[in-house]
């Protein structure tokens, strides 16, 4: 516990705490943002193209 202070009472210790904090923040927005482009843009052109690939008929090989 004590070194625990020590490093929060440290100027490079503050330091190493926020960069931690931004590089957080950035991962959080990216998983958002990744999330949301998954969602709204390749699942509706993915469902897309499964229903056109399921409405081609095949012909019979005999």
């Known amino acids: 516990m004590k070194k625990s202070i020590k490093v929060l009472r440290d100027q490079q210790g503050q330091a190493f ?9 950035i991962v959080l927005l990216l998983a958002g943002a990744g ?17 056109k690939i399921t409405s081609v008929t095949v012909p019979s090989t005999q």
């Open 35 to 51: 999330y949301a482009l998954a969602n709204s843009g390749v699942k509706p052109k993915y469902d897309e193209l499964q229903g």
């Open 17 to 25: 705490l926020e960069n931690g904090l931004y590089i957080i923040i």
